[in-house]
């Protein structure tokens, strides 16, 4: 069974700096992989994602994200922070087996900007 | 192009009542799946579906019923509601390769 760990449920980055939010899985089969945001009150958007293309995926409001097998990673990152991306990251690995096929997500990361 | 539409957004129950959930997509989708969530918990998959008369459990399938009659519509029923459903609920479509979510119903349960 496959399976999500976002390390740090909350975190705090000042204005302007690097937003690194960490997301490791577990998967028996190579997987997609996700990352969507939520705003408060609102429903879950899809930052981007990892198909088994290109292991550096660029998503929507300045967001990338790369594929690393060797350490079954999912990191995303965004070089200069904004207080608009305050809200909360999820991470997600959807597996393929046998015509099935599974959606799993982790617990979420919760990003505060510091202005 | 509405995506994926749930009603009510939002809902206060008594334990012990019933009610049901409404999800539909236009995008002709043949995978839909409902997830609740709480907090520290990320979103737990209840039911999902992979077409029109086929449905399955997800991890917290427990008190909830689902049917899916039409490829379109996807409802998720309470049949007697406790406090622990207590929740935001999301019902999602999924596409080639990617799910859209509805904007969510949170459910209060007293």
């Known amino acids: 069974a496959q399976s999500v760990t976002q390390l740090g449920s909350h975190v705090s980055v000042s204005e302007g700096a690097l937003v690194l939010l960490r997301c490791n899985y577990s998967?028996?089969?190579?997987?997609?992989l996700f990352w969507y945001v939520q705003y408060p009150n609102q429903g879950l958007q899809l930052l981007l994602k990892?198909?088994?293309?290109?292991?550096l995926v660029k998503g929507i409001n300045g967001f990338e994200a790369e594929f690393k097998k060797s350490e079954t990673s999912f990191h995303l990152t965004k070089p200069s922070a904004h207080m608009s991306d305050a809200a909360e990251y999820f991470c997600a690995v959807r597996v393929f087996n046998f015509g099935n096929e599974k959606l799993t997500f982790g617990t979420g990361t919760r990003l505060t900007i510091i202005p | 192009n509405a995506g994926v539409t749930q009603t009510p957004k939002f809902q206060v129950l008594k334990t012990g009542q019933s009610m049901t959930l409404q999800c539909a997509q236009d995008?002709?989708?043949?995978?839909m799946s409902w997830y609740r969530q709480d907090p520290g918990m990320g979103l737990r998959l209840i039911h999902y579906s992979v077409g029109a008369g086929i449905t399955d459990q997800g991890e917290v399938p427990n008190g909830y019923n689902v049917s899916r009659s039409t490829t379109e519509d996807f409802p998720l029923r309470l049949l007697s509601a406790a406090p622990s459903q207590t929740s935001v609920y999301f019902c999602?479509?999924?596409?080639?390769?990617?799910?859209?979510f509805g904007p969510g119903t949170r459910l209060t349960v007293l």
């Open positions: 995008m002709n989708h043949e995978y």
């Open positions: 990892y198909t088994s293309a290109a292991t």
């Open positions: 998967s028996s089969v190579p997987p997609y």
């Open positions: 999602a479509s999924t596409g080639t390769d990617t799910q859209y």
